[in-house]
């Protein structure tokens, strides 16, 4: 009797043990969830990350013209970093946009169909320089447009750069470019077009992005300006084993040309590919 009550004890030990065992094993697990969700959360914030996303970002503006016309833009936009041995990586960054324009006077006709390609490629140091995430390269246009009026058939080329610096769940700094064309319709008005994208944002624990930023645009032929204030907030989260984030937000356009948008709206979806 006493011996059986000894090996049952001992079992009971042996059986506490594991459950102890497993649970600090599931407590090391949902650590190292944590510590992965929150790095992804730190590089969606990251135009330069090294890390493979697939951004879907639908936009509509309103108010256009005479007529209050609304314009969609689904921006598709393609992310995909390139190791280049041990010091640097090259990041590709494409915008391909699919839009549909109502038109801006009354009794006219809508258009749908492509936009005009923009991509961009950054060489940028795996390691940050004096704190800073650094990036640059060219940058170029191409004359993809399915329509007249969705693009400017041009060919277009030029510099663009990003810096920025993250700590204690921030994230700020300025992503830009500048366009010119080199060939394409000589009917259609040249490009010079200076882009700067200032953003702020905050990262919360149960990785919530706030985010403040501007997307604006000085077109240098006909001097004048185009300034949208972007409110954002981003939510991370899984599906199954697939990270994807999800991003609501309105815009105000302090600075338009006459009969553009007053304001719009954002919503994106994020798929993320971690290597």
């Not at 890390?51 to 314009?71: E, K, T, Y």
């Not at 915008?95 to 940028?124: K, N, R, W």
Request: aromatic share 10%; net charge neutral.
């Amino acid at each position: 009797m006493k011996h059986a009550m000894r090996i049952n004890r001992s079992l009971l030990v042996l059986g506490a043990a594991m459950i102890m065992r497993t649970a600090l094993a599931g407590d090391g697990a949902a650590d190292s969830n944590q510590a992965n969700a929150a790095e992804l959360a730190k590089k969606l914030q990251n135009p330069i990350a090294n890390l493979i996303s697939v951004p879907v970002q639908n936009n509509w503006d309103f108010g256009i013209g005479p007529a209050d016309a609304m314009r969609f833009t689904a921006n598709v936009q393609p992310v995909i970093p390139f190791s280049i041995g041990d010091n640097w990586n090259l990041i590709t960054r494409t915008i391909m946009p699919i839009i549909h324009a109502e038109s801006p006077l009354a009794g006219g006709s809508d258009t749908s169909g492509f936009g005009d390609i923009v991509q961009s490629f950054f060489l940028s140091p795996k390691e940050a320089v004096g704190g800073w995430i650094v990036g640059g390269g060219p940058v170029f246009l191409y004359p993809s447009a399915s329509e007249d009026n969705l693009g400017g058939q041009k060919w277009g080329a030029g510099p663009t750069a990003v810096a920025l610096r993250q700590e204690n769940g921030w994230t700020y700094g300025m992503l830009a470019n500048h366009l010119w064309n080199f060939a394409g319709s000589g009917s259609r008005q040249d490009v010079s077009a200076t882009f700067m994208q200032p953003f702020l944002a905050y990262t919360t624990k149960t990785f919530t992005t706030l985010q403040l930023n501007t997307e604006s645009t000085y077109d240098w032929e006909n001097t004048r300006w185009t300034v949208p204030l972007n409110l954002t907030v981003q939510q991370l989260v899984k599906f199954g084993s697939q990270p994807v984030a999800f991003t609501v937000g309105g815009r105000y356009y302090a600075e338009k040309a006459e009969g553009g948008p007053d304001w719009g709206l954002r919503f994106a979806v994020t798929l993320l590919f971690p290597k």
